[in-house]
């Protein structure tokens, strides 16, 4: 996969990182996936690459 190769290839020191994420943007609504900017790595961080997530009924509950 061509992606996977320019993800090993560069090692984001000090770039933007653009990503998407499921926010909470007000309690009881519906989390909005969108995208973001994250700060770029800083030494001796690293990269990883989330594949799935599970929202229970804990984090549910905190967020109503």
């Not at 609504?29 to 900017?37: A, Q």
Request: with cysteine; net charge negative.
């Amino acid at each position: 996969d061509e992606s996977k190769s320019d993800l090993k290839s560069s090692n984001f020191l000090g770039e933007k990182i653009l990503t998407r994420a499921a926010v909470d943007l007000e309690a009881g609504k519906l989390l909005e996936v969108m995208g973001v900017k994250l700060d770029g790595l800083r030494s001796r961080e690293v990269l990883v690459e989330i594949r799935a997530i599970v929202v229970c009924y804990t984090d549910e509950f905190i967020r109503s």
